[in-house]
């Protein structure tokens, strides 16, 4: 199995600054000696005022994909706020069917994605659904649920820049990639 | 506040950010903030920080003070700031210290009574300057308002530059961002869990939606959620043991309690379609989510321990994005309108609703702790920005970045004083 993707940590060390806060309230109004505003405490009424300390995490390469079948188109479109397979996308599946059927050890991702309106959150469930229906497309065909997963990138990963309707439709799909 | 910005050398890692106050309200307090004595040489204009604070709450006005020569010590000529038709005065200074660090007093004054309100002082390094005028603004706005000041919270954000994807851990005016991780592939969804300490998010690292929580301070992060299919939507149940999370691992999208630790996930409902963007009610009892069982994305409402789910959105045909504020009484979500998706706040004793924006492409409102201010994602002039806004939608403030399209924003909670 390939290793899908590298991980760097890199963990920056960071300034935790330190300080303390302390409440004058108490002081009266004709006091006019600086040292003596600073109320003479700076325990109990220390206030710490470093917690912006944050550690940074940089990941680093993608994986890379394994081979899927020769020839065959790896991406399924959806017409808009569509889950359906159109017709002339199941000879497309049916190829992929048998190129995974053929290697047991053979792993597909079926990656389901929207186009660019809405919400994230929202478009990730929606486009989960195209994966599924693809997912349940291969199933029929006697593809092992052991041998793909279905998920979902929402409105994340457009395959084209731009609203345009014509960006908009090739973005609304689902993409077979092997690992 | 604006020369001051724009003589600052842009930082091209940090997001660099601009406050505009774009709208006017009706009753304001009008305060002074004096130049802090030493200001000149320090490296930040700590007047100019909480004067923004102050204006960007839509609670306060702020009454010309340039050109005052005052410090914390000096009492001043109260009938000279009536006359400028100020309510209030603050007055400061910084001084840097021998070992570098600064010294930062600072009084606030009534001057219609002519009355000390109090004061306090700090010494802090360098790093913290920006921290120490958030909390001078919190003090003011506590001591004018009765109610606790969010200007010394945090808020986390995503930008995307380039192909990078970064989540970053910003002051709540948007200033002073650290990078808390840095990825090749998309991150959604940072909610700060209810002790400030730490983030759950959502990160396609893997090349799949997957759930962390991550140690802000440390760094250190452990998968919450990685299951089959799809894992996404985390939300944080107020005494922080638990997650709401979307899990598509039995087929579908739908939500699950699991343990902030990790662990077996629980299901809380069974639905036909999908279910997402979970949301706990302030006291823990209930969940908002969203749901399109009923055909169209609408919200809906149900107890933690299950049972029926009751819808909360009846107007347009497309509402999702919930969140309810810390005191229970306010829902903001976006709602699809004749095409544009525009936040909303709903009263949620009345029902009422009122659109708050005059932009198309709202996302992912989240509310201060103190229930007064919502921050949101946006698009303005082709560019995605993050937007404060009173719940009104009277005061907006842009927090405008450099560094790429800003987006997911999340209001961490109030800090431990």
């Known amino acids: 199995m390939i290793k899908r993707f590298t991980l760097a940590l890199t963990v920056v060390a960071l300034v935790a600054g330190c300080s303390s806060g302390v409440k004058l309230d108490d002081v009266p109004v004709e006091d006019k000696n600086a040292t003596s505003t600073m109320g003479g405490n700076t325990g109990a009424n220390s206030g710490n005022t470093a917690q912006s300390g944050v550690a940074g995490v940089d990941l680093g390469q993608s994986g890379r994909d394994a081979a899927g079948p020769v020839g065959v188109s790896r991406i399924v479109y959806f017409d808009y706020d569509s889950y359906v397979i159109k017709p002339e996308f199941q000879s497309l599946i049916e190829a992929h069917s048998r190129f995974i059927k053929a290697g047991t050890n053979r792993k597909l991702m079926i990656e389901g994605h929207t186009d660019d309106r809405g919400g994230r959150e929202y478009n990730l469930a929606l486009g989960q659904k195209r994966a599924e229906a693809v997912r349940r497309s291969l199933a029929l065909l006697g593809v092992q649920d052991s041998q793909m997963e279905a998920v979902s990138f929402g409105k994340e990963k457009p395959a084209v820049q731009g609203n345009s309707e014509d960006a908009r439709a090739q973005n609304r799909r689902a993409e077979l990639s092997y690992r | ?417």
């Open chain 2, 1 to 417: 506040m604006l020369a001051a910005l724009i003589s600052t050398p842009a930082l091209p890692a940090l997001a660099q950010f601009r406050v505009e106050v774009t709208g006017v309200g009706l009753t304001q307090l009008p305060i002074a903030i004096a130049p802090f004595r030493g200001e000149a040489q320090s490296p930040q204009k700590i007047s100019a920080i909480v004067q923004a604070d102050l204006e960007r709450s839509g609670q306060f006005r702020a009454v010309d003070a340039s050109g005052a020569v005052l410090d914390e010590t000096a009492r001043p000529d109260v009938a000279l700031w009536r006359q400028k038709s100020a309510d209030s005065l603050a007055t400061g200074s910084v001084t840097r210290l021998a070992d570098g660090r600064f010294d930062v007093r600072f009084r606030l004054w009534d001057v219609v009574k002519g009355q000390d309100l109090g004061g306090q002082s700090f010494v802090v390094t360098q790093g913290d300057l920006r921290l120490v005028s958030h909390r001078i603004a919190d003090f003011i706005y506590e001591k004018l308002t009765g109610e606790r000041g969010i200007f010394s919270t945090r808020i986390a954000y995503v930008t995307k530059t380039g192909s990078r994807y970064s989540l970053w851990v910003a002051d709540a005016d948007g200033e002073n961002a650290q990078s808390a991780l840095s990825s090749p592939e998309p991150i959604i969804s940072p909610a700060w869990s209810p002790n400030g300490g730490q983030l759950a998010y959502v990160s396609f690292e893997s090349r799949k939606p997957v759930v962390y929580v991550h140690d802000v301070a440390s760094g250190r992060r452990r998968l919450i959620a990685n299951f089959r299919g799809s894992n996404s939507a985390p939300a944080w149940a107020p005494d922080g043991r638990s997650l709401a999370v979307t899990l598509s691992r039995d087929g579908g999208s739908q939500l699950y309690t699991i343990d902030a630790n990790g662990g077996e996930p629980r299901r809380l409902m069974q639905s036909a379609g999908i279910d997402t963007e979970p949301m706990f009610s302030g006291d823990g009892r209930s969940i908002y989510f969203v749901s399109d069982r009923g055909g169209a994305p609408q919200i809906y409402k149900v107890s933690t321990s299950g049972g029926n789910a009751e819808r909360v959105t009846f107007t347009g045909s497309y509402n999702i994005s919930p969140s309810v504020s810390p005191d229970g009484r306010w829902l903001a979500y976006i709602s699809r309108v004749g095409g544009a998706f525009k936040l909303h706040v709903m009263d949620l004793s009345s029902g009422t609703v009122n659109a708050v924006t005059d932009t198309t492409a709202d996302e992912n409102p989240s509310f201060a702790p103190n229930s007064r201010l919502i921050v949101y994602a946006t698009q303005q002039q082709g560019r995605e920005a993050l937007m404060t806004t009173t719940l009104d939608g009277k005061i907006k403030a842009r927090l405008a970045g450099q560094a790429g399209d800003i987006r997911e924003p999340d209001w961490g909670p109030f800090q431990k004083q």
